[in-house]
């Protein structure tokens, strides 16, 4: 989570550094993020807990300040020695800007609920039978929230985004089957805002 707050850090201040004089666009738009995720899990025996992932999302601002937005999420593979996690995400969220500037740039803050589905599967590249390791799927309702930073492109109708998010796990992962872990993404992204 560290790295993940450092990248952002050092994004805002890339950001700063821009020229700055327009403001969120009310109404429709669509984006796409990409960028590094990692899941909290135990380290003991994990060979990798961050890889690349993405967001897709959809969503409808109703003025410069507030919006509602709705993504699907794909967090990068864990994976242990033998065996690896796959989580995927739908969100809903509510999204509020602040314009600062000339109001091209905006710092936006989210939050709502997320549908986490995480699969536990066996790794294929070790010496484990399919047979000896079940495939095990759950889906929970979780809090996800997070900030980022928006500018908008001059005369064309796109946003470059800045995000850092989280959906909080629950349990210990060490002791209950019920568990889940907390996915962390950090990405950038390119929104398209609907006249």
């Known amino acids: 989570m560290l790295q993940l707050l450092k990248y952002f850090s050092l994004s805002l201040i890339f950001l700063f550094i821009l020229s ?22 135990p380290d003991t025996n994990l060979n990798k807990s961050a890889d690349f992932g993405g ?8 003025n410069e300040y507030l919006g509602v937005e709705a993504g699907v999420a794909h967090y990068g593979n864990a994976k ?3 065996f690896e996690y796959n989580t ?6 509510a999204k509020t800007y602040l314009p ?7 710092i936006f803050a989210l939050g709502g609920i997320a549908a986490v589905n995480s699969i536990t599967k066996a790794n294929h590249n070790e010496e484990i039978s399919i047979n000896d390791f ?3 799927s759950k889906t929970r309702i979780r809090p996800i929230y997070g900030a980022g930073v928006g500018y908008d492109i001059p005369k064309s109708h796109f946003t470059a985004t800045i ?3 989280r959906i909080q796990g629950v349990g210990d992962l060490k002791s209950s089957p019920h568990s889940m872990p907390s996915a962390n993404m950090v990405s950038v992204g ?4 609907f006249d």
């Open 20 to 41: 700055v004089s327009y403001a969120i666009t009310p109404g429709t738009y669509v984006g796409l993020n990409a960028g590094e995720t990692a899941l909290s899990l």
């Open 55 to 62: 967001r897709a999302y959809a969503g409808y601002n109703f």
């Open 80 to 82: 242990y020695k033998s």
């Open 88 to 93: 995927n995400a739908l969100d809903i969220v």
């Open 100 to 106: 600062f500037g000339e109001k091209r740039f905006n």
């Open 134 to 136: 079940v495939p095990n």
């Open 163 to 165: 995000e850092v998010t």
């Open 190 to 193: 390119l929104t398209y805002n």
